[in-house]
């Protein structure tokens, strides 16, 4: 008995630390706000600065529950961080039609290798939708496969900017990331958004 009594004791303690150690990371005026909050938006809480948890907590936790989460809401589309909502189907149809057209117009689709100094005259295989991300610039990138007339496997990233209905408003521009699985740059997450890292 007094083994179960202690177990208790020491399970009970264990709870109040953790609880008041995540407490302590976390806007503390109002935890039930916070805690009401989308995932995502409470995940970048954590990865914030000191400085910027202070002025976030005291934007999220001025209002109630619902007034928390659209202030959020405003705070991270300010900061770049809400990702925008993309039609996928909308998102591969219009890339289709940016490749088609520089067909039409040119010929061919080539995409400038810096890299090897080469110009790429690629065929288009399939476009990766599932995963567009954003980036510094305020463009988001979308992976594409091709294949070169030489026969290298080449994987290109579009930089796109949204339309309203979730398309595709504009290419910025176009870049090799990898040819035959061999990547050029990464990208880091840095503050909600993805920052590229050069690898060769």
């Known amino acids: 008995m007094k083994i179960f009594f202690?177990?208790?004791?020491?399970?009970?303690?264990?709870?109040?630390?953790?609880?008041?150690?995540?407490?302590?990371?976390?806007?503390?005026?109002?935890?039930?706000?916070?805690?009401?909050?989308?995932?995502?938006?409470?995940?970048?809480?954590?990865?914030?600065s000191k400085k910027d948890k202070a002025a976030y907590g005291k934007i999220v936790e001025a209002g109630s529950i619902k007034g928390g989460i659209a202030a959020s809401t405003a705070y991270f589309k300010k900061k770049g961080i809400v990702n925008t909502k993309w039609n996928q189907q909308s998102?591969?149809?219009?890339?289709?039609?940016?490749?088609?057209?520089?067909?039409?117009?040119?010929?061919?689709?080539?995409?400038?290798?810096?890299?090897?100094?080469?110009?790429?005259?690629?065929?288009?295989?399939?476009?990766?939708?599932?995963?567009?991300?954003?980036?510094?610039d305020g463009t988001s990138f979308i992976?594409?496969?091709?294949?070169?007339?030489?026969?290298?496997?080449?994987?290109v990233d579009f930089f796109v900017t949204p339309g309203s209905d979730g398309a595709v408003a504009d290419v910025k521009?176009?870049?090799?990331?990898?040819?035959?699985?061999?990547?050029?740059?990464?990208y880091l997450l840095e503050k909600g958004v993805w920052v590229e890292k050069t690898l060769l």
């Open 91 to 136: 998102v591969e149809r219009d890339l289709k039609k940016f490749v088609n057209r520089e067909i039409k117009t040119r010929g061919r689709f080539e995409v400038q290798d810096k890299i090897q100094n080469v110009l790429r005259n690629l065929e288009l295989e399939k476009i990766h939708t599932q995963k567009i991300l954003r980036t510094p």
């Open 173 to 186: 521009r176009v870049k090799v990331h990898k040819v035959n699985g061999k990547v050029r740059y990464s």
């Open 6 to 48: 202690a177990s208790i004791l020491l399970l009970t303690s264990l709870n109040i630390f953790a609880s008041d150690h995540h407490a302590a990371e976390t806007p503390a005026s109002k935890p039930w706000v916070f805690s009401s909050l989308p995932k995502k938006h409470q995940k970048e809480y954590f990865s914030m």
């Open 143 to 155: 992976c594409a496969d091709f294949k070169d007339k030489n026969g290298d496997k080449v994987d």
